[in-house]
């Protein structure tokens, strides 16, 4: 004697174990990881773009309505389970029509995510490339700064030691033209007070 669940379906056949291209309606992990259900889920991505470019609750039952009829000529099937019984009846064509939506919007949501987390993600690789670049140019203008002060730095020393030099080659020209005043003076002494001249003579030139 079959179970009857007038209150899942109007088909009073009862299945123990689906088939491998079945559709199990629920959200249980036995519905989840169903190969019928991974096919399924599979099959309809190839759809989804036509069922986001329907304009209207029409056009979206249509493609809904084909979806189901490419699964019954498969041999597929759209099961319920009864919880009383733990078997498994056929769901009418509304009820798989509404699976068949049910699954397209939930991918639509999944596409959605993806898309806001591939656009963050784009956002924030975005950002983090700017601030590179900037912290990339306030270095190379603290280089170029730092180079600067440093090159200002060098000259003024260089003038310092240039003029460092320019005063002591000045004192020692005057110390020198100071010198040869006094053995001038000594010689022209020498010529006219002794008969012999005492040897005298300048360093410098």
């Excluded at 990881?33 to 470019?53: A, D, K, T």
């Excluded at 100071?178 to 040897?199: D, T, Y």
């Amino acid at each position: 004697m079959t179970d009857c669940s007038p209150t899942i379906t109007t088909s009073c056949i009862a299945i123990t174990v689906p088939k491998e291209f079945d559709i199990l309606i629920g959200r249980g992990r036995s519905a989840i990881h169903h190969n019928g259900n991974r096919r399924f889920r599979i099959f309809l991505q190839r759809y989804l773009p036509r069922y986001v470019s329907a304009k209207s609750t029409t056009d979206r039952d249509q493609v809904a309505n084909f979806i189901v009829s490419v699964i019954h000529e498969a041999g597929g099937r759209f099961l319920k389970q009864d919880p009383k019984t733990q078997k498994w009846h056929p769901v009418d064509a509304a009820m798989s029509r509404q699976k068949v939506r049910s699954s397209f919007d939930e991918l639509m949501v999944l596409q959605e995510r993806d898309r806001r987390t591939a656009t963050t993600a784009s956002v924030n690789a975005t950002r983090a490339t700017s601030a590179s670049s900037l912290s990339l140019r306030a270095s190379s203008s603290s280089l170029r700064a730092s180079s600067s002060s440093s090159s200002s730095s060098l000259r003024a020393s260089q003038n310092r030691v240039q003029q460092r030099l320019r005063r002591q080659s000045e004192r020692r020209r005057l110390i020198c033209a100071q010198l040869r005043l006094v053995v001038a003076h000594f010689r022209r002494v020498e010529r006219l007070n002794a008969p012999s001249r005492v040897r005298t003579g300048c360093f410098l030139q």
